[in-house]
């Protein structure tokens, strides 16, 4: 069984949530759909597979403080591909 990974809410208020999410090796958010805009910052250097709706599959190369942006609506599965831990910081806009 695939690992989870783990989710901590640092901040959720009427405008913004703020997690931070750590991925063992292997580890999983589970398929999603994120309902606002967010912005990921990477935390770690590395790889992660995005798994989509559709069955598509991508490798995403993510670099430590290089941040991005995605609309709401992106529906996928996150999993760390990586032989080490991957922790980035999600900001989504309410």
Not at 12 to 21: F, K, L, S, Y
Not at 50 to 57: I, P, Q, R, V, Y
Not at 66 to 82: I, K, L, P, Q
């Amino acid at each position: 069984m695939q690992s989870k990974a783990v989710p901590n809410v640092q901040i959720d208020n009427t405008r913004t949530r703020v997690t931070e999410w750590r991925f063992a090796p292997g580890a999983a958010t589970g398929f999603h759909r994120h309902e606002y805009d967010y912005v990921i910052i990477p935390q770690t250097t590395g790889r992660l597979k995005l798994l989509g709706s559709d069955g598509e599959e991508a490798l995403s190369q993510l670099k430590a403080g290089v941040s991005y942006f995605r609309n709401a609506g992106v529906e996928h599965d996150v999993v760390n591909v990586n032989d080490h831990e991957f922790v980035f910081v999600e900001i989504e806009f309410k």
